[in-house]
């Protein structure tokens, strides 16, 4: 059976019984099965397999950028299998500005509007213009507007269990000529008249500094997503803990982060059968000597029981984890 273990990053021994790679449309339908379950890979940064996987797992390689200059921005076609880092190096080494708060957030650029990354102040889905797209089952190929997509807070229409089958294969970017800079975080406002390159070299330190490099700790980034409550709950739980923080969503939501709930809760720098809570972000669950997916289950559902038995919210996982015949829900 092919190896998964080095295939997604948080490197759990894991196998499946079928492993290819497809570079276009064509290729990727030529490999599809009916008779088996089917799982699409970018770089292997958002999904942890949490035990074999029963099936194919096809691996998105699709590659290219295509860029036009128009007059008013920057319109570029890249391939899903693309790496997302390296897209936004090339945009901010021509000096385009767009996508640099985006920096070193680890994966493909296929996955990056499935999941709607986002990071100091922007979501990718903002600097999207389409999103090119291929069902597996009918063979249909389709592009789905920016509005279509439905994206929100790391979620998007792929996210949908009847959309299972769509591919991305190719995403459109439009860096209009007038944008500003986004320094809305903390991090990046103390930075002055900054160029795209000046935001995306403070976005990697800050992020070399918080989180642990995939490469070196097994980990898939934020296993969590920051919590959207309402208002009142807010202002409920604030009288009891004056230091909670919170980013107003609109008038009558707030977003918690996640770290902070899990840090309070008690969890950050904890561990259960190798599996821990990154001592320096909590956010993030690491591999620090796992052998088995159940650890991860066990360790992230006792998160989440604490989280929600102390503030009353339940934290929802944005990483994938991919059981036997597919996702698993927590």
């Not at 064509?26 to 009916?34: A, D, N």
């Not at 194919?56 to 899903?80: A, P, S, W």
């Not at 969503?249 to 990154?278: E, M």
Request: contains cysteine.
């Amino acid at each position: 059976m092919p190896e998964l273990t080095h295939r997604h990053t948080f490197a759990l021994p894991s196998h499946c019984q079928q492993l290819q790679s497809f570079s276009s449309v064509e290729s990727l339908l030529s490999q599809y099965r009916t008779d088996m379950p089917v799982y699409i890979l970018g770089g292997g940064s958002n999904s942890i397999f949490i035990e074999d996987f029963d099936g194919l797992v096809l691996v998105n390689e699709i590659k290219g950028i295509d860029v036009t200059l128009c007059e008013d921005g920057i319109r570029l076609v890249v391939g899903g299998g693309e790496n997302w880092h390296e897209l936004v190096a090339y945009t901010v080494k021509q000096g385009w500005h767009g996508l640099e708060n985006l920096a070193l957030i680890p994966g493909s650029v296929g996955a990056a509007p499935i999941q709607n990354i986002g990071a100091y102040g922007l979501e990718v889905g903002e600097r999207i213009e389409k999103v090119d797209v291929t069902s597996l089952e009918t063979g249909e190929r389709f592009s789905l507007s920016q509005q279509a997509c439905a994206f929100g807070y790391r979620d998007s229409i792929f996210k949908r269990p009847e959309n299972s089958k769509w591919i991305v294969t190719h995403v459109h970017f439009f860096l209009p000529n007038d944008l500003g800079p986004v320094t809305s975080y903390a991090e990046l406002d103390a930075l002055t008249n900054p160029t795209a390159e000046d935001i995306f070299n403070t976005v990697i330190a800050v992020r070399r500094r918080k989180l642990p490099d995939p490469a070196t700790l097994g980990n898939a980034g934020s296993f969590f997503k920051n919590p959207v409550i309402p208002a009142q709950h807010y202002e409920q739980l604030k009288q009891q803990y004056p230091s909670m923080p919170a980013f107003e969503v609109n008038d009558g939501q707030r977003k918690v982060p996640a770290a902070w709930l899990i840090d309070t809760a008690g969890f950050k720098g904890q561990c259960h059968d190798g599996v821990c809570s990154y001592q320096h972000q909590p956010l993030v669950l690491v591999n620090q000597a796992a052998t088995s997916g159940q650890a991860v289950i066990d360790f992230a559902s006792a998160i989440i029981k604490k989280v929600e038995e102390v503030f009353g919210i339940r934290l929802e996982p944005e990483v994938r984890l991919v059981g036997k015949a597919g996702l698993v829900t927590l």
